[in-house]
């Protein structure tokens, strides 16, 4: 395993390197362009299957194992940005949103072949990590890819497109449950957990469109904002996430919690209708909310675990 | 928005034949990998890790579909007169309904997993109308594999309605699409069948879909689909880009790169040939040359094809995938072949790694050690566990020891080890076979299985429960070692132990129907017939098809005294598993008790057939010879379950009993 491990480690490096001489810079951009929030709120989950599986198996963790099964699903995540972006040149452009592509001026061939790199890595990372996992990692990529290219493009088509990031949200979690479950990880992952990720994504997501809302018009993707106008849109959108947030004591089973969770979503919801919307705060609140879940879940895992 | 400007959409895209391809393949590793998660019987990618889960998933399946698409996109084709491209497209997204069936079929067995079966042969043609018929559940059929064809069928009729507007076509359209996914279903089995439609029997039809030079099933069934996707690709090439089957089919610069594989093919069956003669008597080692050539014919079109071309995408696509299916190290040669061709100015370097491919094609891995012969060693090593797997398959375990034993004193490996083990084991030598199998220092996940039924024979039920525990700490196959430790708790009576394991069993996502199935054998074993018939029925309720679930309500009907109904479950339950050799023993006992002893005395040497090694069959066998009055086979019998189990007290009761 140590052996085999140091092979996505050099391939990673070896394309940073051979990129980096391709394209000075290129690195640098993509760090800078990589959305290390939603990056951030993939690996959460991930986290969380974890948690489960070493909970529920009372096994420790393999903290390289972990290690890389992060590492398998930044790139994977970073792959489906490069496929995002890649399709969504246009749309940006109007949407003057920065992305890789751009705002700065990395050329497309490029940037394919950084998204080609990003592909191979994250199956490299899965792949030491063993055949299943590899499995769901690719089920994880084929996602995104049908999310984000024609002639699928499902990003399309509301409410799918937003069920569908919550899906890649629960398979991410399924994948670090999986380090501990080799069998029929999807079949035996706790239902409790997956409303907990699934549910609370789906109706908390919409934010995301609102900054590519002039983009998404002219190019024709249907989202909250595009199908309900502007302004509705806004306090649809709003009322989704306190309701998100209103939800987890409900499906955790834990009405105390609503005392953090009530003013957490009202926060969100105040944020979420402030002009000029600046989704960073969104994001902060979220974390707010996933460390405190952190916590009651470690002092009492039984909230989320079966019995 | 109209179906006719609905379509136009979708013909409108713009996308390269690199993106529509990478599509349709997610959309079937999607299905083949949500199909192995919530199949019932398996696990995650489908079989204990092996390169056969490998080649299923990414390698058989997507042959299969790309096939059946293929061949549709044909019948549309052919029947609106449309450009190919623009029907390939639309064809491209009604695929995406093959999603559904893992998704429907999960529904169905209220998530708990299902069991898949699939199409055997041609003579099931006749069966036809029962997949039509949504009043019954189908034994060749899952639920969502009905309602995934049947979507398609629609989706056929309907796009060739709106293109035509002619009833006529549509429905020829349906009955076309129909035979095309029918005869996709048994088209392998029907070709392994070959040999013994025309009388020869001297390889079953496993060992022909198995032992092919190719060695895993799954290898085997990819050739046919290959040979069937380059078939319909040249016809609808030749009426979409009727230049491109000239460039592949062109002997003028073809014709030695073919010569030197036919050469390289020659070369290694007259090595191979001393020691493994099979390979003339399977029709799929033919198919396989075929589709070598072929593989060879369209990866040198792809050297000779501009870069960059739509032309050269195609053919790298299909040189790959086909490569693949040939083996990885057929894979390397002709990679290194295209590379020369491609790359240097001295083509005619390029032969010989074509030559080696063709090589590669019989010794595979150990080609490296074969080409040149002077490792003679490693040439039988080869071609004797070739020849052994291969009476192995066969059921020849007498022939299959000699080859395998053969091999072992030329190389200590332990997959020949196993394989002597397992061959004693079949053979009724359990002590052997368990020492044998015992001395594998890390055993597979097979091995494991092999030396727990032995023990679990052997009545020594703590040691397999043993065995099993040891798996399960080097997490191998956790979820299925529970179950087994649950099973053997069940049949001893041990209910704390049981329950343990079963939930256990449960933590790792095993199918709710198998544990309401252990816990009816545990209730059934204590006596209990009422709790035992309400779990099997809940069994039946998460599965119509749980065997074990049919088979125990067979017995308690029987206990009852209801013969015609225990009759009826064990007759639906073999309709399921037709080899599963308790279920002959159990019928047979049933014919036994209404004393219709030829039908008994033919179930029990049914039962013996499947599985040597069964203690009761033999037992049961005994007692029709002594109701004959043949007191001597009845004696053979008995010695013969004593063999098995020496600890089986029935049969030393009843040799006393002769005996006194």
């Known amino acids: 395993m140590i052996l085999y491990s140091i092979i996505p480690i050099i391939v990673t490096i070896i394309s940073a390197v051979v990129m980096e001489k391709k394209e000075p810079g290129i690195v640098k951009n993509w760090t800078s362009g990589s959305r290390p929030f939603i990056a951030l709120h993939y690996l959460f989950p991930t986290y969380f299957g974890i948690f489960l599986g070493t909970h529920m198996f009372q096994s420790p963790i393999n903290y390289l194992d972990a290690f890389f099964l992060i590492c398998a699903i930044f790139f994977s995540f970073q792959t489906s940005v490069v496929t995002n972006d890649i399709n969504d040149i246009k749309a940006d452009r109007i949407s003057e949103k920065t992305s890789l592509l751009n705002s700065k001026s990395s050329a497309i061939k490029h940037i394919q072949e950084l998204g080609v790199c990003f592909f191979l890595i994250s199956l490299l990372f899965a792949f030491v990590l063993g055949y299943r996992i590899l499995l769901i990692v690719l089920l994880g990529h084929i996602l995104h890819f049908t999310y984000s290219s024609p002639p699928f493009r499902l990003k399309r088509f509301f409410p799918v497109s937003i069920f569908m990031l919550a899906l890649g949200a629960l398979l991410a979690a399924i994948a670090g449950y999986a380090l501990f479950e080799p069998s029929k990880p999807f079949l035996s992952f706790p239902v409790k957990a997956s409303l907990l990720i699934t549910i609370p994504l789906f109706l908390g997501l919409n934010f995301r469109d609102l900054a590519d809302y002039s983009g998404d018009k002219k190019t024709k993707v249907a989202t909250l904002f595009t199908l309900c106008g502007l302004n509705t849109g806004r306090y649809i959108n709003a009322f989704a996430i306190l309701l998100s947030y209103i939800l987890i004591p409900l499906i955790v089973q834990m009405p105390l919690f609503f005392i953090a969770a009530i003013p957490l979503g ?21 974390f707010v909310l996933i460390g405190l879940l952190a916590i009651i879940f470690n002092i009492n895992p039984g909230l989320i675990i079966p019995k | 928005m109209n179906a006719h400007h609905f379509i136009k959409k979708i013909e409108d895209q713009k996308f390269s034949f ?13 299905r083949n990998i949500l199909e192995s998660v919530f199949e019932g019987t398996q696990i995650l990618g489908f079989s204990p890790i092996n390169s056969h889960s490998f080649y299923m998933i990414f390698v058989h399946f997507p042959l299969f579909y790309i096939s059946i698409f293929l061949w549709i996109l044909f019948v549309f084709m052919s029947l609106t007169r449309e450009n190919w491209i623009k029907v390939s497209k639309t064809l491209l997204m009604g695929m ?12 169905v067995s209220k ?34 594999q009905r309602i995934e064809i049947l979507l398609i069928l ?43 439609y025309f009388g020869a029997h001297t390889l079953s039809f496993k060992t022909i879909i198995t032992n092919g030079i190719l060695a895993i099933d799954s ?16 016809f609808i090439l030749r009426k979409g880009k009727k230049e491109l089957t000239k460039k592949i089919f062109n002997f003028r610069f073809s014709g030695l790169v073919i010569l030197s594989l036919c050469l390289g093919i020659i070369y290694g069956i007259l090595l191979i040939s001393p020691y493994y003669t099979f390979i003339f008597y399977n029709p799929i080692s033919y198919l396989i040359f075929l589709l070598a050539l072929l593989t060879c014919f369209i990866v040198n079109a792809a050297a000779l094809s501009n870069r960059a071309s739509v032309d050269l995408h195609i053919l790298t696509v299909a040189g790959i995938l086909f490569a693949v299916v040939l083996g990885p190290v057929f894979l390397i040669f002709i990679t290194i072949f295209f590379l020369i061709k491609k790359l240097s100015h001295l083509k005619w370097l390029a032969l010989i790694p074509c030559f080696c491919a063709g090589f590669a094609l019989i010794f595979q891995e150990a080609v490296f050690k074969t080409i040149i012969p002077i490792d003679k060693k490693a040439i039988e090593i080869k071609g004797r566990k070739l020849a052994g797997w291969c009476y192995f398959l066969n059921t020849d375990y007498e022939q299959a020891m000699d080859e395998y034993t053969g091999t072992y004193s030329l190389c200590r490996d332990d997959e020949i080890l196993k394989r002597i083990g397992q061959c004693h084991l079949n053979l009724g030598d359990l002590n052997k076979g368990i020492e044998l199998l015992e001395e594998i220092p890390e055993p597979d996940y097979e091995t494991i299985l092999s030396l727990g039924q032995a023990y679990t024979q052997k009545g020594k039920h703590t040691r397999t429960i043993e065995v099993y525990e040891k798996a399960i700490k080097r997490n191998v196959e956790p979820a299925e070692f529970f179950i087994k430790i649950a099973q053997i708790a069940s049949r001893e009576g041990l209910e704390k132990e049981m329950s343990q394991a079963l939930e256990k069993s449960l933590l790792y996502g095993n199918s709710k129907y198998k544990i309401f199935q252990i816990k009816g054998d545990f209730y059934l074993g204590k006596g209990d017939k009422k709790k035992a018939l309400k779990m099997y029925t809940k069994a039946l309720h998460y599965n119509s098809r749980a065997v074990k679930a049919l088979a125990g309500l067979g017995l308690i009907y029987h206990q009852q005294g209801n013969i015609k109904s225990a009759e009826e479950q064990f007759l639906k339950a073999l309709n399921i598993e037709p080899n599963n050799d308790a279920l002959y023993n159990n019928l047979g006992a049933l014919y036994f008790i209404t004393k219709e002893y030829e039908k008994a005395e033919q179930l029990f040497k049914k039962s013996i057939k499947k599985n040597p090694n069964q203690t009761e069959a033999f037992y049961n066998l005994g007692l029709i010879y002594e109701k004959k009055g043949r007191i001597e086979h009845a004696l053979a019998m008995y010695h013969k379950a004593l063999k098995v189990n020496p600890s089986y007290a029935p049969a030393q009761r009843r040799i006393e009993g002769i005996k006194k």
Request: hydrophobic share 50%; net charge neutral; charged share 10%.
């Open chain 2, 154 to 196: 629609i989706g056929g009729f309907t796009y060739v309605l709106i293109k035509t507007k002619n009833y006529l076509k549509s429905v020829i359209a349906l009955i076309l699409i129909y035979l095309v996914i029918f005869l996709h279903g048994v088209l392998p089995n029907t070709i392994a069948k070959i040999p013994s």
């Open chain 2, 111 to 144: 998530g708990s997993g299902y069991t898949l079966t699939y199409l055997k042969g041609f003579e099931e043609f006749t069966e036809i109308h029962k997949f039509f018929d949504f009043t019954r559940d189908l034994i060749q059929a899952s639920w969502g």
């Open chain 2, 18 to 30: 690199l993106i529509g391809f990478l599509t349709f393949f997610a959309i079937i590793l999607c």
């Open chain 1, 266 to 286: 009202l926060t969100s919801f105040y944020f979420c209708l402030k002009q000029p919307f600046q989704e960073n705060y969104i994001f902060y609140i979220y």
């Open chain 2, 96 to 107: 995406a309904v093959i999603i559904v069936t893992p998704i429907i079929d999960i529904i």
């Open chain 2, 219 to 234: 290898q085997n069934y990819a050739v046919i689909f290959s040979l069937s996707i380059i078939l319909i690709g040249f």
